[in-house]
């Protein structure tokens, strides 16, 4: 079955640097969009960055352009987000989630989740 | 940006009765060379991922209840839950994955039993 694992959250300072993975077993990773979206406590959902299933193309959300980075290996089966200069308001648990589509990634709807890692910004 | 406005915030629906959220979009998130409207709803239960439900604003996912409807087109979408039962608590929200990013979420409705 799909199964998607997010790691590396916790809580880091201001200005510093986090690394995100999320690990996918279960469907053929390399044929498939992946996104990160986020959720601030007691928040909704937040988009916050997106990769095509080969690493052609990637998209932000405008708040963290510049200072995230997503990417992927597909032979490692897994999805990153570099969190670079991360500020307070980037406190949230961030999800990793699947395209619905293979070989589409401008227009899919996300049919698996994983169950987040929450990134905790504070002094 | 495409802005999905939800109502309402939050509905209490007394168990076996009819839930519906609506879905309101900025733009046109139809597509005429396709035919399909690029909206998506998903549940969250407390402590839990989102789970898709519907794509392509009225597709149930394999799985889903039947209970679960989506329906509308354009800027216009609906979510109802026809007889409410006590797993359906939640908060739902619709998502709209048309044309380019940033691909955008409702604010979320929350779904109790009154």
């Known amino acids: 079955q799909v199964q998607l694992v997010e790691s590396g959250g916790g809580v880091v300072q201001p200005g510093r640097s986090l690394r995100l993975s999320c690990s996918a077993s279960?469907?053929?990773?390399?044929?498939?969009?992946m996104h990160w979206v986020r959720q601030a406590p007691g928040k909704g959902l937040e988009w916050v960055a997106g990769m095509s299933y080969d690493g052609s193309d990637e998209y932000y959300v405008e708040s963290v352009k510049g200072r995230f980075i997503i990417s992927r290996d597909n032979s490692k089966n897994t999805l990153y987000l570099q969190m670079n200069r991360l500020r307070a308001e980037d406190t949230a648990v961030y999800f990793c989630?699947?395209?619905?589509?293979?070989?589409?990634?401008?227009?899919?709807?996300?049919?698996?989740w994983g169950l987040g890692t929450l990134v905790t910004v504070s002094s | 940006d495409i802005v999905l406005t939800q109502s309402p915030d939050s509905l209490a629906v007394s168990l076996g009765e009819r839930a519906t959220i609506n879905c309101k979009s900025s733009?046109?998130?139809?597509?005429?060379?396709?035919?399909?409207?690029?909206l998506a709803w998903y549940q969250q239960r407390p402590g839990q991922p989102p789970k898709l439900l519907i794509y392509?604003?009225?597709t149930r996912k394999s799985g889903v209840p039947d209970r679960f409807t989506g329906s509308g087109s354009g800027t216009d979408f609906t979510l109802t839950i026809s007889s409410l039962q006590a797993e359906d608590v939640a908060v739902y929200y619709c998502h709209q994955y048309y044309n380019a990013p940033p691909w955008t979420f409702g604010q979320g409705t929350k779904v109790e039993i009154k």
């Open positions: 392509w604003a009225s």
């Open positions: 989630a699947k395209d619905l589509d293979s070989y589409s990634f401008d227009g899919s709807a996300y049919d698996y």
């Open positions: 733009q046109n998130i139809f597509y005429s060379s396709n035919n399909k409207n690029y």
């Open positions: 279960g469907f053929t990773f390399s044929i498939y969009g």
